[in-house]
């Protein structure tokens, strides 16, 4: 164990744990402002901001011996022995003039920058700055440049710390921004001609610790302030990034990643964090509705209130397993479900009769993997869940029917009645594959958003998106995630697992956690997430995980800005007038 | 502050002689003023103001918290930049703002919509008081009414026409122009 003294506070580190300072400091409690410093970036110590006194205790004598300036943090490896002292009136004053270094330039247009509320510079203005101003320069309107399809740059707000060029040097690997002049006139830019539009460009915005890089998705949307995070897991891909839904009044404004040294590190891709339209689409499926069998060649479609309408589907499944068997129904278990969902709709299936056939949804693939530079990968599996549902199909009939053997079981007339779970958020099936589904007697679509399929069939049961409902997803590499919800289904829609809660005849509501207690005892590989998911996930396959450090501060170990300065109970207040009139609710 | 400090003076009721104790003269002491009245407005010299004919007259109209305006720049522009900070300052929860990109290139963001349901409005100022352009302010205009709720709830047209209407008798708070316009300073790249 290697001994290091912070502030006259001795702290205990492994040998084999490579720290700095900063990371040093942040387990003895104590803060290191930086700018720069990212951990899942190289060190360039080029902000100045962390530097800080260090010195060399000699382990015989106990004298320390320090050195005559200041060193950055951030490149100082914290070693046996090392004394750091981070609050002398030297440290003070150099985190006094950087800050000012640094406002000199700076518009300082916080009422309109989309990043006041989470800046790092207005923080540490408050903690590390001067009380006031001396440069005698009025604020000022930022210039602005466009880096690519996601990123506005807003040139004056930027401080120079060169994290996002770093980001797609190291992580995203395309090196489309750079350093352009000299000194004081140093700016990011791009080249002409070749803009930041790879896939992993939104997470410069998050690199960003002030409001240069916004997003142009975001961009004068909401205050930070006002929003809500919610921890959950992006479906988009089997990678499963652990993500947080930041939402405000019912309504999702942006998606950012979570730390998880598990599944994506510090990063996540463009299609989870942009293309999210699906959570509040005007289409999406609100009503149970019901296609009567005499009506089919017109708009047959007619409504059903919630517990009649549910009833009658049960109704029509129990119907056609009594008249033509239990393996002439289908019971489809989509790989977007949850492990919990998957395991109450296959229990209800077998209630119905012990032959239904379960099978997997449709896993939707695009491509190739692609993986960037630094590892993360984009999975050409586009589900989430496909693992989980597997496992809960392989517990429940031995073998897993896949989507294209369900469909050969249509076409061959071995089925007439089909329960479909779908809760894609895209496109997913073509009119030519929904034909198939003709010549069922019976067809339950539950879907979010209207597809073929969703006209052909004779029940429609609205549900809902990732972002309204709590759960676990198993991605690629057997890592069960927890996601939890962030807003209200739309009006109409139930949640999925409360729909198969109803469907079993269970009362009460559905509570997700009580159902994965409930699944980890009976199907074994779920065992080990009986007392719950913790924020980093359960790896089901290997049997072993990590676990990020909670420090006292933990700035360090989840460096991203996020509602860092605002208190909790002001998260709570919401500004809206109640009012029909409101233009955002509605 | 401590009961027992010196900054606190402390009185005690006086005792009451005999006539206050017979309650005799305080009840003539008081049914006269309601004479002195009854006959002074027999006569027409009454203190009822005619309203709304008559106006109530203020100390100084520019601290009285009535009804919200929003100001305009020298271009009759909306000087609000839509940044949220009064909506974040009401404790009622009254202002609704939707930002976006001006149309003004010397501008970066305004509010398309602004709204505030002057229902739900306390009039404690707190938004003229939080908004860093001055562009929110409250006037002297007191009595609101209207038929329905909606009609309450006022957009950024009405706010911006109350302006007009007031910015003769009321000027504007601060006369300088809007912190965030104009070409940055010492900035020569």
Not at chain 1, 559 to 586: D, H, K, M, Q, Y
């Amino acid at each position: 164990m290697a001994t290091i003294t912070v502030d006259g506070n001795d702290i205990q580190v492994g040998d084999d744990e490579r720290l700095n300072v900063i990371q040093a400091a942040d387990r003895a409690g104590v803060a290191i402002p930086f700018y720069c410093w990212h951990p899942g970036l190289s060190v360039v110590a080029s902000c100045r901001m962390c530097l800080v006194e260090t010195g060399m205790k000699n382990k015989d004598t106990g004298e320390i011996s320090m050195m005559p300036k200041l060193v950055p943090a951030c490149q100082t490896p914290a070693k046996d022995g090392t004394v750091v002292v981070t609050n002398s009136p030297k440290v003070r004053a150099n985190q006094n003039f950087v800050q000012e270094g640094l406002l000199l330039d700076h518009p300082v247009d916080c009422p309109i920058c989309d990043k006041a509320g989470e800046c790092w510079l207005q923080d540490y203005y408050f903690s590390y700055g001067h009380q006031e101003r001396r440069a005698d320069v009025r604020p000022f309107t930022s210039r602005k440049r466009d880096l690519g399809e996601h990123v506005t740059l807003f040139v004056d707000r930027c401080v120079m710390c060169s994290r996002c060029v770093r980001f797609t040097q190291e992580v995203s690997g395309g090196s489309e921004l750079l350093v352009i002049d000299r000194g004081s006139h140093a700016e990011i830019d791009v080249f002409p001609g070749f803009p930041l539009d790879d896939q992993m460009s939104g997470n410069v915005n998050d690199l960003c610790p002030v409001g240069a890089l916004c997003s142009k998705d975001f961009l004068y949307q909401q205050r930070v302030w006002f929003m809500e995070p919610h921890d959950s897991v992006c479906t988009r891909c089997s990678t499963g990034c652990s993500i947080q839904l930041h939402v405000s009044q019912n309504q999702l404004y942006r998606i950012q990643p979570r730390y998880n040294p598990n599944a994506n590190d510090w990063w996540m891709c463009d299609i989870g964090r942009f293309e999210n339209e699906s959570v509040r689409a005007p289409e999406r499926l609100s009503s149970i509705e019901h296609r009567s069998a005499d009506s089919k060649t017109g708009a047959g479609f007619s409504n059903r209130l919630w517990p009649e309408g549910l009833k009658a589907v049960h109704g029509a499944l129990s119907e056609i397993a009594a008249r033509t068997g239990g393996s002439t129904l289908a019971v489809v278990l989509s790989p977007f479900l949850t492990c919990e969902e998957a395991y109450l709709l296959a229990t209800y299936a077998k209630t119905i009769s012990a032959d239904v056939v379960l099978a997997l949804g449709k896993v939707p693939v695009e491509g190739a993997d692609k993986t960037f530079k630094s590892g993360f990968t984009i999975r050409a599996e586009r589900c989430p869940n496909r693992l989980g549902v597997e496992q809960i199909l392989r517990h429940f009939q031995k073998s897993v029917i896949d989507w294209p053997a369900l469909l050969k079981k249509v076409e061959a007339g071995e089925l007439q009645g089909a329960y479909v779970s779908a809760g894609y958020p895209v496109a997913w099936i073509d009119e030519a594959e929904a034909a198939a589904f003709e010549r069922l007697s019976l067809l339950v679509v539950h879907d979010i958003l209207p597809s073929p399929l969703a006209r052909k069939a004779h029940y429609v049961v609205p549900g809902v998106s990732f972002a309204e409902k709590d759960g676990s997803y198993v991605n690629h590499s057997g890592l069960i995630q927890w996601g939890e919800w962030g807003l209200t289904p739309v009006e109409g829609a139930h949640v999925d697992g409360q729909t198969f809660s109803d469907l079993l005849g269970r009362k009460g509501l559905y509570q997700a956690a009580s159902v994965l207690k409930e699944l980890a005892g009976i199907v074994p590989f779920f065992a080990r997430a009986a007392d719950g998911v913790p924020q980093a996930g359960l790896n089901l396959v290997t049997g072993t995980e990590k676990h990020p450090r909670t420090t006292a501060l933990g700035t360090v170990t989840h460096p991203l800005p996020t509602f860092r300065s605002v208190g909790t109970a002001f998260l709570e207040t919401e500004a809206v007038s109640r009012n029909g009139s409101n233009p955002i609710s509605g | 502050m401590q009961p027992d400090s010196k900054q606190i003076k402390w009185v005690d009721e006086p005792k009451l002689g005999l006539a206050g104790r017979l309650y005799l003269t305080p009840l003539i002491d008081g049914l006269s003023l309601t004479a002195r009245h009854f006959f002074r407005t027999a006569r027409g010299e009454g203190f009822t103001r005619q309203f709304p004919e008559e106006r109530p007259l203020f100390g100084n109209p520019l601290i009285y918290r009535g009804v919200h305006r929003l100001n305009k720049d020298e271009q009759g522009r909306v000087k609000c930049v839509a940044c949220f900070l009064c909506a974040t300052a009401c404790p009622a929860h009254c202002i609704d703002i939707i930002g976006t990109e001006s149309p003004w290139a010397d501008r970066e963001k305004y509010p398309q919509s602004f709204v505030i349901d002057e229902l739900r409005c306390i009039f404690c100022g707190m938004c003229e008081e939080a908004c860093p352009v001055d562009a929110i302010e409250l006037t002297s205009l007191f009595d609101l009414t209207g038929a329905s709720r909606e009609e309450m709830v006022f957009d950024k047209e009405k706010l911006l026409s109350v302006y007009d209407q007031t910015c003769d008798l009321e000027p504007m708070r601060s006369r300088g122009p809007a912190a965030h316009s104009g070409p940055p300073p010492g900035k020569d790249h």
